[in-house]
T-cell receptor, first 114, second 115 residues
Framework: DAGVIQSPRHEVTEMGQEVTLRCKPISGHDYLFWYRQTMMRGLELLIYFNNNVPIDDSGMPEDRFSAKMPNASFSTLKIQPSEPRDSAVYFC????????????FGPGTRLLVL | QKEVEQDPGPLSVPEGAIVSLNCTYSNSAFQYFMWYRQYSRKGPELLMYTYSSGNKEDGRFTAQVDKSSKYISLFIRDSQPSDSATYLCAMSPGLSGGSNYKLTFGKGTLLTVNP
C-alpha cells in the first residue's frame, strides 16, 4: 500500500483565497483524521471521521474551515477565506481501529498564506 | 497550565548515549500514552504505546508511565544517528468515542544524535 496520500505537498496562496487540501487514506481504514501542526501550538486534531461520517469537529478553529469525506477513499479540508495565521503543516492520518491501532500519517501539506 | 508539557530541546547527544525524553500532563483522565517519532518534513509515526502505568520495552526503546506523578518518559539506549528526529508524546482519556478519544500531543523534543 502507498500509505496515506496528501496533495498538494506545498501550497502558497494569498490572503482571502480558498484553499483545498486533499487526502486519500489507506484502503480499508475506517477512521480519518485531519491535524494541523505549528511551532506555537504543536500538533492539533481538527476533525475526525468514522466510516465517512464526521464524529468530532470541535478542533476546527472557526467557520472558515470545513471538511468533507464523500467516500471511503477521499477527504478534503477547505479553508475559505484563508488568512496568514492559517499557515501551518496540515496532516491527514488514517487508522483501522480507534486509538488502539496505529494512526498512519501522510506526509503533510505545507501551507503558506501571504 | 497546559494539558501536556514537553521540553522542546533541542537535545544533542553523542552516538551511543542514553537519551531520556519526558512529558508531564495535568489531566488525570489520561489513560493511553504514546510516543511518536517525526523525521524532518515527514508525518509522525507511532513508536511506542502504553496503557495506564508501568514500563514497556521494545528493542532499544523503553516507555515509562507514572500516573501518580503525571509523568511519562521515553528512554533510548545506544542512540544512533538515525534516531535524530522530533519525538512527540501523545495521550488520551480512552476509547469511548467523541471527544474522549482525542489525542493531545506535546509540542515535541528535537533530538540530534551526533556520530
Amino acid at each position: 500500500d502507498a500509505g496515506v496520500i496528501q496533495s498538494p505537498r506545498h501550497e502558497v496562496t494569498e490572503m482571502g483565497q480558498e484553499v483545498t487540501l486533499r487526502c486519500k487514506p489507506i484502503s480499508g481504514h475506517d477512521y480519518l483524521f485531519w491535524y494541523r501542526q505549528t511551532m506555537m501550538r504543536g500538533l492539533e486534531l481538527l476533525i475526525y471521521f468514522n466510516n465517512n461520517v464526521p464524529i468530532d469537529d470541535s478542533g476546527m478553529p472557526e467557520d472558515r474551515f470545513s471538511a468533507k469525506m464523500p467516500n471511503a477513499s477521499f477527504s478534503t479540508l477547505k479553508i475559505q477565506p484563508s488568512e496568514p495565521r492559517d499557515s501551518a503543516v496540515y496532516f491527514c492520518a488514517s487508522s483501522l481501529v480507534l486509538l488502539r491501532e496505529t494512526q498512519y500519517f501522510g506526509p503533510g501539506t505545507r501551507l503558506l498564506v501571504l | 497550565q497546559k494539558e501536556v508539557e514537553q521540553d522542546p530541546g533541542p537535545l544533542s547527544v553523542p552516538e551511543g548515549a542514553i537519551v531520556s525524553l519526558n512529558c508531564t500532563y495535568s489531566n488525570s483522565a489520561f489513560q493511553y500514552f504514546m510516543w511518536y517519532r517525526q523525521y524532518s518534513r515527514k508525518g509522525p509515526e507511532l513508536l511506542m504505546y502504553t496503557y495506564s502505568s508501568g514500563n514497556k520495552e521494545d528493542g532499544r526503546f523503553t516507555a515509562q508511565v507514572d500516573k501518580s506523578s503525571k509523568y511519562i518518559s521515553l528512554f533510548i539506549r545506544d542512540s544512533q544517528p538515525s534516531d535524530s528526529a522530533t519525538y512527540l508524546c501523545a495521550m488520551s482519556p480512552g476509547l469511548s468515542g467523541g471527544s474522549n478519544y482525542k489525542l493531545t500531543f506535546g509540542k515535541g523534543t528535537l533530538l540530534t544524535v551526533n556520530p
